[in-house]
């Protein structure tokens, strides 16, 4: 419509795109990323989902304490510690359902919604967005974003293409190239959620 601002609503994953910033080695700064994709429209809320170790750290509550601050809406979900058949013991926390449930029960409120992450999980609920008569913007980084999830949203976002605009300058990760052992013995930022532990894809 002619004249009419888009109502812009955000949703981050953030063990995604922890993952994104580690395949690309360098870091995101979340209130560039905010300030960036607002600019676009009016900005109805941003949502970041991460989770957190039970009981949460001094240093992943400092990180939920800044997103709040930035302006995001936090969702938080607490670390499942499991063992596989080989006996290695593993904490993930999946984020999903707070994510659908925010994309599909704040629907009235935007009219553009802005999903980082390349899960292809999100297929589905961004075709219902559509017919909704949503518009949804995907962005991660092309070799971790479903080519269903590419292909569902109206647009897609390369992050690799915004470093001028959404890097952390002085912050660099650990590259996936290197290996396990040097990556282990490094210090690692205060952000790293620990659901992105060596051999955890989420």
Known sequence: MEGHTPRIA??????????????????????????????QGTLYNAFYYTAVPMPIDDKQRRFTDALSYMGYTVRTRPLRESTDEN??????????????TDLLTTTALYDTAVLLTGDGDFERPVEVLRARGKRVVVASIP???????RN?????????????QIERPGYRL???????????????PFYLTAALAENDER
């Open 143 to 149: 070799e971790m974003t479903s080519y269903e999830l």
């Open 152 to 164: 569902a949203a109206d647009l897609y976002v390369d992050l690799g293409d915004l470093r001028g």
């Open 10 to 39: 955000l949703f981050i994953d953030g063990a995604n795109v922890y993952s994104a910033a580690k395949r690309l080695g360098w870091n995101f700064d979340h209130r560039k990323i905010l300030d960036h994709f607002a600019a």
């Open 87 to 100: 006996g290695d013991t593993f904490r993930r926390a999946s984020l999903d359902i707070e994510i659908v």
């Open 174 to 188: 650990p590259s996936e190239q290197r290996g396990a052992e040097t990556r282990a013995a490094e210090t690692r």
